[in-house]
């Protein structure tokens, strides 16, 4: 197995990095192009808040959500359902989106138009989960009343989980659009900080008692208490990080030309983008025709020709760089959530020995409880830890690189969980829940901060290769949203094969499974994806 690079070697890649971006930028202004401007940090602590929004609503959808489905007697053949719809439709239509926001011409800009939509069905998918009841309550009456409960708190699970998981990919992208490299590295590291503070608060939220407040009186219950604050918490952050930093519209001007997705050349499938005079130009190559021909297209035709297949095309052609890191993000993600769906009920039943099935006034069932409690503490823990090491990452970065970073998360959590499943103790698992935040700071951080390596790296061979040429490069969009993708095919792939292990074996199963595929991941970081310098 290959070892991070020593602090030598990495020094020397990050000079030689530097080096490229400085040469890069001066080929950038004898062109003419525009480069982004060094963002003040608060300006990139103002666009982490909606990722600090969107962790806090996860949090509270994580502790609420099973009561609620239970509370309106949603049977439990339909429970597999109500988690798998949400990840095949973002699945789906993930790239989709991510092709879209790219070519979005809005005045507004590029992405901004499709984090507010994403937004807006996270606010309307929080409410018809924890009001649902009292909703159809008002208007219905009689034996359809429960019927319409369960569709409408199912219909706002399924929004919810799917903008909530839907929204990574254009804020990613957003971020990568208006910052230069170093701020790019330091607003993920500020994602993942947000991250892991707002899903701290969320699971502390959770923890409370609201229904003995005030405001549990004043309203009719404790989760109509709940979506009060958690979409006043959402809207804040929304607003903050729409207004963080301005976006370049996106114009076509009919004397130019665009590159069509259908490129034979897997090096060039999507966009080339050039900013002139404040605006982002976009130019068109047929690249099945002679190279150095420039073919003429209206946008009308070049939309009509963005078809759902042409995108397929557009992601099976990837270069193998960007196909390898998929699969390294699929693996990082199987292992965290095999473990984070079920690490509750671990606790209950295998820390502390209890069982949800036992009567509900039995000393067995309220030693589950128990034990269900005190996992919920853990999951704080893992939340305040990511916020911890991702500020660390920015030390730790100059001394092992992207390389050691991503072996070390993957690393970390393999032999955590693999000591939690083999000597389950409830000090011993409470102290290792801490490593589950290294593993979430790291899937938040380094593949996205291989992504932009990746596009700097194409921008400078395109500028060593012509200066006179447009500068090639894919969209960010459709970049962000293939990567964000893998949580979507991670959700799918654990939803229809864990449940059947967990009924056979017990949750045991889920932390040794999350141990044995995070160190499969941890070989396939290290000998198959490739890092830049």
């Known amino acids: 197995m290959a ?76 429970y597999s359902l109500v988690w798998l719809i949400s990840p095949i439709l973002g699945f789906v239509l993930q790239p989709v989106v991510g092709s879209a926001s790219d070519h979005c011409t809005c005045s507004w800009g590029r992405r901004r138009p499709y984090i507010l939509g994403l937004g807006i069905i996270m606010l309307v998918g929080m409410a018809l989960y924890l009001n649902g009841d009292e909703m159809i309550s008002a208007f219905i009456d009689g034996r359809d009343k429960q019927t319409w409960a369960i569709v409408v708190t199912m219909l706002g699970v399924v929004l919810f989980d799917f903008a909530a998981d839907f929204i990574d990919g254009p804020i990613k992208a957003y971020l990568f659009d208006v910052c230069s490299h170093q701020d790019k590295e330091k607003g993920l590291h500020c994602h993942a900080l947000f991250t892991g503070l707002g899903g701290a608060l969320g699971y502390l939220t959770g923890a409370v008692d609201w229904g003995q407040t005030v405001l549990g009186y004043s309203l009719t219950s404790e989760f109509q208490v709940i979506f009060l604050l958690s979409a006043l918490v959402f809207l804040i952050c929304l607003t903050v990080h729409l207004r963080s930093i301005p976006e370049v519209p996106l114009r076509y001007n009919k004397e130019e030309t665009r590159l069509l997705l259908e490129v034979t050349d897997p090096r060039k499938y999507s966009s080339i983008e050039e ?34 297949k042409s995108l397929l095309k557009t992601l099976f052609s990837m270069p193998s760089h960007y196909r390898y890191l998929c699969v390294s993000h699929l693996f990082g993600w199987m292992a965290f959530l095999s473990n984070m769906l079920f690490f509750t009920d671990f606790m209950g039943q295998v820390v502390y020995r209890g069982s949800p099935y036992a009567p509900h006034n039995s000393t067995v069932y309220l030693t589950y409880r128990r034990g269900v409690e005190v996992g919920c503490w853990g999951l704080c823990i893992n939340a305040i830890s990511s916020s911890v090491y991702s500020y660390l990452q920015k030390i730790l970065l100059q001394y092992i690189g992207l390389k050691g970073l991503y072996f070390i998360g993957y690393l970390l959590f393999g032999l955590g969980t693999g000591l939690i499943g083999l000597f389950p103790n409830v000090y011993s698992t409470l102290a290792l829940c801490s490593l589950f935040g290294v593993m979430s700071s790291t899937l938040y951080t380094v593949p996205f901060q291989l992504i932009a390596e990746y596009h700097r790296e194409e921008e400078v061979q ?71 310098g």
Request: aromatic letters at 4%; proline letters at 4%.
């Open 3 to 78: 070892l991070p690079p020593s602090s030598e070697v990495a020094m020397t890649d990050l000079d030689h990095t530097r080096g490229k971006e400085k040469a890069m930028q001066q080929s950038v202004t004898r062109t003419g192009m525009v480069v982004p401007k060094k963002r003040p940090t608060g300006r990139l602590v103002m666009h982490s808040m909606a990722m600090f929004g969107r962790e806090f609503c996860y949090a509270v959808e994580a502790a609420f959500v099973t009561p609620v489905l239970l509370s309106v007697g949603l049977p439990k053949s339909l």
């Open 275 to 308: 900013i002139r005079n404040g605006y982002i130009a976009c130019t068109e190559i047929n690249a099945a025709a002679k190279p150095k021909k420039h073919v003429a297209t209206s946008c009308t035709e070049t939309q009509r020709r963005m078809t759902l």
């Open 462 to 532: 395109s500028l060593q290769e012509d200066e006179q040429d447009t500068d090639h490069r894919r969209g960010k969009g459709i970049d962000c949203a293939a990567l964000t993708c893998m949580v979507q095919l991670a959700q799918i792939i654990l939803g229809v094969g864990l449940g059947l292990l967990v009924s056979v074996a017990g949750s045991v199963v889920t932390v040794i499974s999350a141990s044995m595929v995070s160190l499969i991941g941890c070989c396939f970081v290290a000998f198959c994806v490739r890092y830049v």
